[in-house]
């Protein structure tokens, strides 16, 4: 199980440095494998193609193109309360419910892809296996 943030699924419809390795690395997972990222990542999605003047209209497509096989976890309260939970100093409110969403399949969690470097750090302090493939 792979869990991967807004910024990680940007680069499959967003041209990126990192965006052939990033196709690459999935390529190549097992077929069973599972991905998942929070529904927050739909959101964040959404209003970064909103930025950078994509259609409104072309926006659920898009954002539909980047979650393509990625399991979408609820934002409920029981993920918010677990984002206010964590103490990590410099993890901002987003980066936060990344992480509570992901919380719940640690024990399963074989990645957690970002390519944020402060949700990265953060992410790294509290155990989860990150990477950020290039």
Request: hydrophobic share 45%; net charge negative; with cysteine.
């Amino acid at each position: 199980m792979i869990y991967l943030d807004a910024c990680a699924l940007l680069k499959f419809i967003k041209p990126e440095a990192e965006s052939p390795a990033l196709r690459k690395w999935r390529e190549d997972l097992m077929p069973e494998t599972e991905l998942l990222t929070s529904e927050l990542a739909k959101l964040e999605i959404s209003r970064t193609l909103l930025r950078a003047g994509v259609d409104h209209q072309q926006v659920p497509y898009f954002t539909g193109q980047a979650l393509r096989g990625v399991y979408v976890v609820d934002l409920s309260s029981t993920v918010l309360a677990r984002a206010m939970a964590y103490r990590t100093r410099r993890l901002g409110s987003l980066d936060a419910i990344h992480l509570s969403s992901a919380e719940p399949f640690r024990p399963d969690l074989e990645q957690f892809v970002t390519y944020d470097k402060e949700l990265g750090s953060a992410a790294g302090e509290l155990g989860f296996p990150v990477l950020a493939p290039s």
